[in-house]
């Protein structure tokens, strides 16, 4: 029962070095690049967005502290005016200078801002940038990649049509383990059991597994997880 399953396994690798032919492809590669990049850029343009709106939240805040203080300044400007004593005079002109300190450091937090909103605005430019490159990448390699799988298809079509007149012969049950195992990676699929040892990985089987062998049945091994047959002559 076993050799038919072989046999189909042989056939299979035909349809296995088509299936790696197009998914290790630089079609299929700068295809996937272009495709994460598109998919990820609405996460990187939402984090900028809230940069933007936090900065200028700041920027406005700012402003108006510093609004709030020019009228300061201008109050006490015109107290110092109608100052009746020298003390209270100096004391104003204390405080106005205090006052014009501060604003001078605003002027400067705003710079700061500023230089950070034309970082972002910069991130903005490069991001738009790279989508359109994107954009022309994802076009281009999916036409090429959709080429590369059409001039594949008639060859994958005539593997598949003789895996599937092989599939007819072989015990369903060993077929659906075979079939669940060909989702994965690994290829080859089955390996023959070598003295008390999985061929693949060079496990020793257990008692169980090797009288389950003998009966005739396929095991997967603990190790490798390939599925293990015993060689009849
Ligand atoms: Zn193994």
Do not use: H, W
Not at 79 to 93: K, N, R
Not at 120 to 134: D, L, P, Q, S
Not at 201 to 212: T, Y
Not at 225 to 231: I, S
Request: charge should be neutral.
């Amino acid at each position: 029962m076993i050799e038919k399953l072989l046999t189909y396994q042989e056939i299979d690798k035909e349809l296995k070095s088509l299936e790696n032919t197009l998914n290790s492809s630089e079609e299929k590669k700068q295809y996937a690049i272009a495709y994460k990049f598109l998919s990820t850029v609405g996460d990187v343009v939402a984090k900028l967005d809230a940069k933007a709106e936090d900065l200028l939240n700041k920027f406005n805040a700012v402003i108006e502290k510093q609004k709030e203080l020019s009228e300061r300044l201008a109050y006490i400007n015109s107290e110092i005016e109608g100052s009746e004593t020298e003390e209270d005079a100096s004391y104003m002109l204390k405080k106005a200078d205090e006052i014009l300190n501060s604003i001078k450091s605003l002027e400067d937090t705003l710079k700061k801002i500023t230089v950070s909103m034309e970082e972002v605005k910069a991130e903005y430019a490069k991001v738009g940038t790279n989508t359109k490159r994107a954009q022309v990448q994802y076009k281009e390699y999916g036409e090429k990649y959709n080429n590369l799988k059409k001039e594949l298809e008639p060859k994958v079509k005539e593997v598949k049509a003789k895996l599937d007149a092989l599939k007819k012969g072989i015990d369903p049950v060993l077929m659906a383990k075979y079939d669940e195992k060909r989702k994965d990676k690994n290829f080859p699929i089955l390996t023959p059991l070598a003295g008390k040892k999985c061929a693949s990985c060079g496990m020793e089987l257990s008692m169980k597994a090797i009288a389950d062998l003998e009966n005739g049945n396929v095991i997967e091994c603990e190790n490798c997880r390939l599925l293990v047959y015993k060689k009849y002559r």
